[in-house]
DNA sequence: CTGGTTCATCGGCAATCAGCGATAGAGAAT
DNA sequence: ATTCTCTATCGCTGATTGCCGATGAACCAG
């Protein structure tokens, strides 16, 4: 139902295309259980405050991560149904990509 | 064993973070019986073909194409390979953020 | 050799990206 | 009120991207 175009999938995927932010969902998975916030992601990495916070501010954007202000300090987290979804979207497109004319004519 | 390290998914996904390339993806997919050349994917699409020669250029560099000259056309074909391992390494990569600390421990 | 087709590449232009330091505002604590 | 920490945002730089038209190489047909 909740079909990706490929506008949606492509801008996903600019958000994802660089190391760093990759390294960050990772960072954020891994304290999950606590609050994470922007210093304590930068003290992950060799990267300034501001740099740090605008990647984050991407994958914010592309709806991967979300914030809570928790107290003094915004706190991320992932969406991990947003990354379910990408997933899915992602298997789809190239299951779509993979199956076409050539072999076994697939259940339509 | 063909472990994708973060780079090389990163770079795959700047590669697909363009609509522009999933079309051409997609073309490609659907003409791959026969021959598919740069003016081929050029009339399917709103652009010139200096500019669909460099998206293909770099589905190329992200070895998702390849390139087969026959006769005097070069036609252009899905390297479904790694679409697959692309895809295997985004599912990975996906359930590796999704279980972390919180519930049932993984099998290493 | 001449002419047609295909296509990769070059040069140029505007826009976006990635990085940094600096700054300002919002809370908490004193 | 003052001072601390946290962090989003601004301004700047250089690099990259996306698009185009034009050019030239490579190849086949006459």
């Known amino acids: 139902m909740n079909q990706m175009r ?17 390294s960050i969902l990772r960072i954020l998975a891994e304290q999950d259980a606590g609050d994470c916030c922007c210093t ?21 954007d592309a709806g991967l991560v979300e914030r809570q202000a928790k107290g003094t300090r915004n706190c991320y987290k992932l969406r991990t149904d947003r990354l379910a979804e990408f997933n899915s979207a992602c298997s789809g497109l190239f299951a779509g990509l993979a199956t076409t004319v050539s072999p076994v004519k697939e259940l339509a």
Request: negative net charge; aromatic residues 0%; proline residues 5%.
């Open 6 to 22: 490929d506008d949606d999938i492509a801008s996903v995927m600019r958000a994802l295309g660089h190391p760093v932010r990759l």
């Open 40 to 60: 304590d992601v930068t003290q992950c990495l060799p990267l300034a405050q501001s740099t740090v916070s605008q990647h984050i501010k991407v994958l914010l």
